[in-house]
Nanobody, 125 residues
Framework: QVQLVESGGGLVRAGESLRLSCAAS????????MGWFRQAPGKEREFVAA????????RYADSVKGRFTISRDNAQNTLYLQMNSLKPEDTALYYC??????????????????WGQGTQVTVSS
């Protein structure tokens, strides 16, 4: 089992920045590919960003490319999502996820095995 706990969400204005964190425990963090997903009210959950086990490979949804940066610190068992130039359409509940299969953390099916509880990001115009 992997336990994931997100933090760092909040209310910001358009154009501002936030950094989300996801603290992992329970298993060896570096064994897992990691991803960020989000779900806005009335919409389906969508893929945001993913990172390989060493951090050397990343992937982003087109909607966040150039504005968001995913990173990880395996020594601290923590995943990050730096979000710059936030837009109102970025408003959502953000989740981190973990899996040993990279395809799952980039939005493939089935979804990742492990999920956090989510942290709310609200961007006002």
């Amino acid at each position: 089992q992997v336990q994931l706990v997100e933090s760092g969400g909040g209310l910001v204005r358009a154009g501002e920045s936030l950094r989300l964190s996801c603290a992992a425990s329970g298993r060896t963090f570096s064994n897992y590919y990691m991803g960020w997903f989000r779900q806005a009210p009335g919409k389906e959950r969508e893929f945001v960003a993913a990172i390989s086990r060493t951090g050397g490979l990343t992937r982003y949804a087109d909607s966040v490319k150039g504005r968001f940066t995913i990173s990880r610190d395996n020594a601290q068992n923590t995943l990050y999502l730096q979000m710059n130039s936030l837009k109102p359409e970025d408003t959502a509940l953000y989740y981190c996820a973990a899996d040993v299969n990279y395809g799952r953390v980039v939005g493939g099916s089935p979804p990742p095995d492990y999920w956090g509880q989510g942290t709310q990001v609200t961007v006002s115009s």
